[in-house]
C-alpha cells in the first residue's frame, strides 16, 4: 500500500493484494454498510430525526471511497443538529424543531442571499402578509436600480397554504456584477437580501486562453538569500518572480501566507494559520522596509547586530529555525517601527488601516492578550480565551495599556501587505500572465483570532472539521478545525468569504484552494465521537463560486480548486462549468482513475482542460526522491507503514514501473535510461514534464525541487515532530544548498526551464 496525503485530501496507490484486504475488511467491520444499498430506504427517509436533519443540510447517509453505503448514526445526527442550534434531544424536541423550521421558512419575507448568475433566470421566493409588498434594489456603488422590479412579481398559485402571500421574484437579467442588496417591504415589516451578482464562468485571461501557460511550484520560506534571517522571505520571493519571469514562467505557486503567532513558537504547517484574513508577517524583510534607510546609526547599528546574529543560518543545511529567525526579526521590526514614518507614509498606514476595517484591530487585539497574557492553548495557565471576549472591559483595557504594541501589530500588517505587492508588481514587471499564486488554506487554527473575536461565524466547541474513513485511515481523521456556520455565512450575504477572497487576490493572479470540497460540503465530527462518528454538513457552494467568480474577474486572475483524493464527479464537473480549474497529477493520474499501484497511467493527453497540471506535488517527495523510493524509506525509517516494507516497495515499484512504461511507449524516453534510473535520474524528471506538455490543461507547473534535482520530502503526512515538516531548505542532487539568487542559475532548473518552454 502506498498513502500520499495532499493538502487534507488522502490519494491513494494500492497493491491490488493490499486493496483487496483492506476492502474486505471495512466493509466486514462497518455497522452501516448496508450490502449493495445505494440510497436511504421510504421507512428512513420517513422518520422524523432524518427529515428534521435534511431540512437542516445535513446529510443522513453517504458513499464512502470504497463505494460502500454508509449511514450516519442517530447520536451523531442530533449532536451535529445542535452545533447549528437545532434541538433534536426528544421526540418532542425534533417535532417542535420541524415545526420551527417550516414556521420560519413560510415567514421569511425574503431569503438572506441570493445568488445571480449572468445569463441564467433567477427566481426568489417573496412570503408577504400584504398582498402589495414593495421593492428595491440598491446596487453595489450605492446607486439605486432603476428597473420596475414590481413588474417582475408574479404570484405563486402553488404556494403553501400557510402563507398568506407567496411570489416569486425573477431578478432583472440587467444587473452589473457585484454584492448589492434588495429591499422588501410587507406592510410594518420589511428584510433585506444580500445578491451575488456573478459571471456564469471566471473568465480566462486572454493570454491563458491562446495556449497553455507555465509556472512553478515553491516552498517560499525554503528559499533564502544573503539578505533573509535565516528562513526564506517575501523578499526572496520579489526576487524569484522575477526571475523566474525572465524565464519564461508565468506564475509561481507559493505555500499559504496566512497570519501565525505572533511570538514564539511558530507553527511549522502554513496550512494551520491563525487567520486567513491577514498575513504572515514573519516572511517580512526589515532591510526592504523604506524606514530602515533612514534609521540614525545607533538604530541601524542595532537591526544589523540582530541580522549578524541569524544570518548564518542562511548557509545551514539542516532544518530551519523559525523561532530564531522571527525572536530576531521581531526585535529589529520593533526598531524600525518606534522610528516613525514621514507625513506621507504615515498617511499611507491610516489608509491601509481604515480599508482593513474592524478585523484588522480585532487581530491586533488578539496579538497583544496572545503576547501579554500568554498562549491560547494553555487555557490552565492563560484562560483568557475561553473567558473572554471582544465585549469584555479587560480587552479594552489590555488595548489601551498597550497602545504601542496594539499598533505594531497593524503596522506589521500594512509592511506584509507592501512586500507582497512589491514581489507581485515585480513578477509583472518581468512578463508573467498571472504572477504569484496564492494558496488558500481549508480552515484556521481553534484558538485563533477569528474564533476568538467573532464566535458566531464558526460552529465552535462542539464539533471540529476532518474527513470519514477511507485507505488512509479507518478510522478516520480529525484536523481539529472549527468550521463556518453555514448559516452564519447565509445570514450576512458570505462577507467574512467575501473579504477574504478579495485580500488574497488584492496581491495575487491566481488562488489556489485547498481542499476544495469544502465548498460544497464539510464532515462535522461532534466531540468525544472520534474522526470516524462524523456528518456531512452541506454549504452553498453557488454562493461562494459566486464569490469567487466576482473577485477573480474583477482582478483579471484565475481559480484553482485542489480536487485530488475522495472527491465526487459531480464537484469536478460543476467547478469546470463555473471556470474553476481542477488539478491533476501526473502520479495520481490513472487510466480511469484505478487506485491500483501497477495499473496503467493516463496519457496526458486525457486530462482535463480547466486544470493546473503538474508532476506532483508538496505531500510527496521531489520526484527524484520519489523515483529512488524516498517515501519508501522514509515511512520504514519512521515508523509509519502499517505493513511489511516488502509489500510496500512492491506497490511503490510497481507504480514507477508503469510510470516509466508509459514514458517509453509514448516516445519521451529512452528505453535504456528506463533501465538504469540512478544513472538517468534528470532525463527522466525531464521527460515526464516533457510528457506534460502533451496535456491540454490551461496551465502547467513544475516544481523547484524538482528543477534542482532536490530528494528530500517537505512534508511527510501523517508526522507532526517525527520529521521536520515545512522546514526543508532547497538543496540540489548533491545536497548543497541553493540560494535564491543561484536557482536561475543552476544548470538543471535552466534546463527543466527549457522543456516547460517547449524547447
Same mark, same amino acid.
Given at each position: 500500500?502506498?498513502? #500520499?496525503?495532499?493538502?487534507?485530501?488522502?490519494?491513494?496507490?494500492?497493491?491490488?493484494?493490499?486493496?483487496?484486504?483492506?476492502?474486505?475488511?471495512?466493509?466486514?467491520?462497518?455497522?452501516?454498510?448496508?450490502?449493495?444499498?445505494?440510497?436511504?430506504?421510504?421507512?428512513?427517509?420517513?422518520?422524523?430525526?432524518?427529515?428534521?436533519?435534511?431540512?437542516?443540510?445535513?446529510?443522513?447517509?453517504?458513499?464512502?471511497?470504497?463505494?460502500?453505503?454508509?449511514?450516519?448514526?442517530?447520536?451523531?445526527?442530533?449532536?451535529?443538529?445542535?452545533?447549528?442550534?437545532?434541538?433534536?434531544?426528544?421526540?418532542?424536541?425534533?417535532?417542535?424543531?420541524?415545526?420551527? #423550521?417550516?414556521?420560519?421558512?413560510?415567514?421569511?419575507?425574503?431569503?438572506?442571499?441570493?445568488?445571480?448568475?449572468?445569463?441564467?433566470?433567477?427566481?426568489?421566493?417573496?412570503?408577504?402578509?400584504?398582498?402589495?409588498?414593495?421593492?428595491?434594489?440598491?446596487?453595489?456603488?450605492?446607486?439605486?436600480?432603476?428597473?420596475?422590479?414590481?413588474?417582475?412579481?408574479?404570484?405563486?398559485?402553488?404556494?403553501?397554504?400557510?402563507?398568506?402571500?407567496?411570489?416569486?421574484?425573477?431578478?432583472?437579467?440587467?444587473?452589473?456584477?457585484?454584492?448589492?442588496?434588495?429591499?422588501?417591504?410587507?406592510?410594518?415589516?420589511?428584510?433585506?437580501?444580500?445578491?451575488?451578482?456573478?459571471?456564469?464562468?471566471?473568465?480566462?485571461?486572454?493570454?491563458?486562453?491562446?495556449?497553455?501557460?507555465?509556472?512553478?511550484?515553491?516552498?517560499?520560506?525554503?528559499?533564502?538569500?544573503?539578505?533573509?534571517?535565516?528562513?526564506?522571505?517575501?523578499?526572496?520571493?520579489?526576487?524569484?518572480?522575477?526571475?523566474?519571469?525572465?524565464?519564461?514562467?508565468?506564475?509561481?505557486?507559493?505555500?499559504?501566507?496566512?497570519?501565525?503567532?505572533?511570538?514564539?513558537?511558530?507553527?511549522?504547517?502554513?496550512?494551520?494559520?491563525?487567520?486567513?484574513?491577514?498575513?504572515?508577517?514573519?516572511?517580512?524583510?526589515?532591510?526592504?522596509?523604506?524606514?530602515?534607510?533612514?534609521?540614525?546609526?545607533?538604530?541601524?547599528?542595532?537591526?544589523?547586530?540582530?541580522?549578524?546574529?541569524?544570518?548564518?543560518?542562511?548557509?545551514?543545511?539542516?532544518?530551519?529555525?523559525?523561532?530564531?529567525?522571527?525572536?530576531?526579526?521581531?526585535?529589529?521590526?520593533?526598531?524600525?517601527?518606534?522610528?516613525?514614518?514621514?507625513?506621507?507614509?504615515?498617511?499611507?498606514?491610516?489608509?491601509?488601516?481604515?480599508?482593513?476595517?474592524?478585523?484588522?484591530?480585532?487581530?491586533?487585539?488578539?496579538?497583544?492578550?496572545?503576547?501579554?497574557?500568554?498562549?491560547?492553548?494553555?487555557?490552565?495557565?492563560?484562560?483568557?480565551?475561553?473567558?473572554?471576549?471582544?465585549?469584555?472591559?479587560?480587552?479594552?483595557?489590555?488595548?489601551?495599556?498597550?497602545?504601542?504594541?496594539?499598533?505594531?501589530?497593524?503596522?506589521?500588517?500594512?509592511?506584509?501587505?507592501?512586500?507582497?505587492?512589491?514581489?507581485?508588481?515585480?513578477?509583472?514587471?518581468?512578463?508573467?500572465?498571472?504572477?504569484?499564486?496564492?494558496?488558500?488554506?481549508?480552515?484556521?487554527?481553534?484558538?485563533?483570532?477569528?474564533?476568538?473575536?467573532?464566535?458566531?461565524?464558526?460552529?465552535?466547541?462542539?464539533?471540529?472539521?476532518?474527513?470519514?474513513?477511507?485507505?488512509?485511515?479507518?478510522?478516520?481523521?480529525?484536523?481539529?478545525?472549527?468550521?463556518?456556520?453555514?448559516?452564519?455565512?447565509?445570514?450576512?450575504? *458570505?462577507?467574512?468569504?467575501?473579504?477574504?477572497?478579495?485580500?488574497?487576490?488584492?496581491?495575487?493572479?491566481?488562488?489556489?484552494?485547498?481542499?476544495?470540497?469544502?465548498?460544497?460540503?464539510?464532515?462535522?465530527?461532534?466531540?468525544?465521537?472520534?474522526?470516524?462518528?462524523?456528518?456531512?454538513?452541506?454549504?452553498?457552494?453557488?454562493?461562494?463560486?459566486?464569490?469567487?467568480?466576482?473577485?477573480?474577474?474583477?482582478?483579471?486572475?484565475?481559480? #484553482?480548486?485542489?480536487?485530488?483524493?475522495?472527491?465526487?464527479?459531480?464537484?469536478?464537473?460543476?467547478?469546470?462549468?463555473?471556470?474553476?480549474?481542477?488539478?491533476?497529477?501526473?502520479?495520481?493520474?490513472?487510466?480511469?482513475?484505478?487506485?491500483?499501484?501497477?495499473?496503467? *497511467?493516463?496519457?496526458?493527453?486525457?486530462?482535463?482542460?480547466?486544470?493546473?497540471?503538474?508532476?506532483?506535488?508538496?505531500?510527496?517527495?521531489?520526484?527524484?526522491?520519489?523515483?529512488?523510493?524516498?517515501?519508501?524509506?522514509?515511512?520504514?525509517?519512521?515508523?509509519?507503514?502499517?505493513?511489511?516494507?516488502?509489500?510496500?516497495?512492491?506497490?511503490?515499484?510497481?507504480?514507477?514501473?508503469?510510470?516509466?512504461?508509459?514514458?517509453?511507449?509514448?516516445?519521451?524516453?529512452?528505453?535504456?535510461?528506463?533501465?538504469?534510473?540512478?544513472?538517468?535520474?534528470?532525463? #527522466?524528471?525531464?521527460?515526464?514534464?516533457?510528457?506534460?506538455?502533451?496535456?491540454?490543461?490551461?496551465?502547467?507547473?513544475?516544481?523547484?525541487?524538482?528543477?534542482?534535482?532536490?530528494?528530500?520530502?517537505?512534508?511527510?503526512?501523517?508526522?507532526?515532530?517525527?520529521?521536520?515538516?515545512?522546514?526543508?531548505?532547497?538543496?540540489?542532487?548533491?545536497?548543497?544548498?541553493?540560494?535564491?539568487?543561484?536557482?536561475?542559475?543552476?544548470?538543471?532548473?535552466?534546463?527543466?526551464?527549457?522543456?516547460?518552454?517547449?524547447?
Amino acid at each position: 500500500m502506498m498513502v #500520499i496525503a495532499v493538502g487534507t485530501e488522502p490519494v491513494i496507490a494500492y497493491s491490488r493484494e493490499a486493496k483487496e484486504r483492506i476492502m474486505s475488511d471495512q466493509t466486514a467491520s462497518s455497522p452501516s454498510s448496508q450490502g449493495t444499498q445505494r440510497e436511504e430506504s421510504p421507512e428512513r427517509l420517513a422518520r422524523p430525526l432524518i427529515r428534521l436533519a435534511k431540512a437542516s443540510g445535513i446529510s443522513t447517509s453517504y458513499i464512502d471511497q470504497l463505494g460502500t453505503y454508509v449511514e450516519i448514526k442517530d447520536d451523531v445526527l442530533v449532536s451535529v443538529l445542535a452545533a447549528l442550534g437545532v434541538d433534536a434531544s426528544s421526540d418532542d424536541a425534533i417535532e417542535a424543531s420541524l415545526e420551527t #423550521i417550516h414556521r420560519a421558512s413560510c415567514n421569511q419575507l425574503v431569503p438572506p442571499t441570493v445568488v445571480v448568475f449572468s445569463g441564467a433566470a433567477t427566481r426568489v421566493p417573496v412570503h408577504a402578509v400584504t398582498a402589495a409588498p414593495e421593492l428595491s434594489l440598491t446596487l453595489e456603488n450605492g446607486e439605486a436600480y432603476d428597473g420596475d422590479l414590481n413588474a417582475l412579481l408574479i404570484k405563486d398559485a402553488d404556494a403553501d397554504p400557510a402563507i398568506p402571500h407567496a411570489y416569486t421574484l425573477t431578478m432583472p437579467d440587467d444587473l452589473p456584477t457585484g454584492y448589492h442588496t434588495l429591499h422588501v417591504t410587507d406592510g410594518e415589516r420589511s428584510a433585506d437580501a444580500t445578491i451575488l451578482s456573478a459571471p456564469a464562468r471566471i473568465p480566462v485571461p486572454e493570454p491563458v486562453a491562446q495556449h497553455h501557460r507555465w509556472g512553478w511550484m515553491t516552498q517560499m520560506y525554503s528559499m533564502r538569500s544573503k539578505g533573509s534571517w535565516g528562513v526564506g522571505d517575501y523578499g526572496d520571493l520579489k526576487e524569484l518572480l522575477h526571475d523566474a519571469g525572465k524565464q519564461g514562467a508565468d506564475f509561481m505557486l507559493i505555500n499559504p501566507i496566512h497570519a501565525g503567532t505572533p511570538i514564539p513558537p511558530i507553527e511549522p504547517s502554513p496550512y494551520l494559520p491563525e487567520s486567513r484574513r491577514f498575513l504572515n508577517v514573519t516572511y517580512i524583510r526589515p532591510q526592504q522596509i523604506e524606514e530602515y534607510a533612514e534609521l540614525n546609526t545607533e538604530d541601524r547599528a542595532q537591526v544589523d547586530a540582530l541580522y549578524d546574529s541569524v544570518k548564518a543560518a542562511n548557509d545551514n543545511p539542516d532544518p530551519l529555525d523559525l523561532n530564531a529567525s522571527w525572536t530576531a526579526k521581531r526585535k529589529a521590526l520593533w526598531v524600525i517601527y518606534q522610528h516613525g514614518r514621514s507625513t506621507e507614509r504615515q498617511a499611507a498606514f491610516e489608509a491601509f488601516v481604515k480599508a482593513a476595517g474592524p478585523d484588522l484591530d480585532a487581530f491586533a487585539a488578539w496579538c497583544v492578550a496572545f503576547e501579554v497574557w500568554g498562549a491560547p492553548w494553555e487555557e490552565d495557565k492563560n484562560p483568557w480565551f475561553s473567558t473572554l471576549n471582544r465585549d469584555s472591559p479587560e480587552v479594552a483595557a489590555l488595548v489601551r495599556e498597550h497602545k504601542d504594541l496594539f499598533d505594531f501589530q497593524r503596522w506589521l500588517q500594512w509592511i506584509a501587505d507592501e512586500q507582497v505587492a512589491q514581489a507581485q508588481a515585480a513578477a509583472k514587471d518581468a512578463g508573467m500572465v498571472l504572477g504569484l499564486m496564492q494558496d488558500m488554506a481549508v480552515g484556521v487554527h481553534a484558538y485563533g483570532v477569528d474564533v476568538w473575536w467573532n464566535p458566531e461565524r464558526f460552529a465552535v466547541g462542539s464539533v471540529t472539521v476532518g474527513c470519514p474513513p477511507d485507505f488512509y485511515n479507518q478510522q478516520g481523521q480529525d484536523w481539529g478545525q472549527p468550521p463556518f456556520n453555514p448559516r452564519y455565512l447565509e445570514r450576512t450575504g *458570505y462577507r467574512v468569504y467575501r473579504e477574504m477572497v478579495h485580500n488574497v487576490f488584492a496581491h495575487a493572479g491566481a488562488v489556489r484552494i485547498d481542499h476544495v470540497l469544502g465548498l460544497f460540503r464539510l464532515w462535522w465530527i461532534p466531540k468525544g465521537e472520534g474522526a470516524k462518528g462524523g456528518a456531512y454538513v452541506t454549504y452553498n457552494y453557488r454562493a461562494m463560486l459566486a464569490v469567487l467568480s466576482i473577485e477573480a474577474s474583477r482582478a483579471g486572475g484565475m481559480v #484553482i480548486g485542489e480536487d485530488l483524493g475522495t472527491v465526487p464527479a459531480y464537484v469536478s464537473q460543476v467547478l469546470a462549468d463555473h471556470g474553476v480549474l481542477g488539478t491533476v497529477v501526473e502520479w495520481f493520474a490513472r487510466v480511469n482513475n484505478s487506485p491500483t499501484a501497477g495499473d496503467p *497511467y493516463a496519457d496526458p493527453s486525457t486530462y482535463r482542460k480547466y486544470a493546473l497540471a503538474s508532476v506532483t506535488t508538496h505531500d510527496l517527495p521531489p520526484t527524484a526522491g520519489y523515483l529512488e523510493f524516498e517515501h519508501v524509506k522514509l515511512r520504514e525509517e519512521l515508523h509509519l507503514l502499517s505493513e511489511p516494507v516488502e509489500e510496500f516497495q512492491k506497490a511503490a515499484s510497481a507504480e514507477r514501473d508503469a510510470m516509466l512504461k508509459l514514458l517509453v511507449d509514448g516516445g519521451w524516453l529512452d528505453a535504456g535510461a528506463a533501465q538504469d534510473v540512478p544513472a538517468h535520474e534528470q532525463e #527522466i524528471v525531464e521527460a515526464m514534464h516533457r510528457m506534460l506538455l502533451n496535456a491540454p490543461s490551461l496551465l502547467l507547473q513544475a516544481a523547484l525541487v524538482d528543477g534542482t534535482g532536490e530528494h528530500h520530502t517537505q512534508n511527510q503526512p501523517g508526522t507532526s515532530t517525527e520529521y521536520c515538516n515545512w522546514r526543508v531548505p532547497l538543496h540540489d542532487a548533491d545536497g548543497n544548498l541553493v540560494h535564491t539568487d543561484e536557482v536561475f542559475k543552476n544548470p538543471r532548473v535552466l534546463s527543466l526551464a527549457a522543456v516547460m518552454r517547449g524547447e
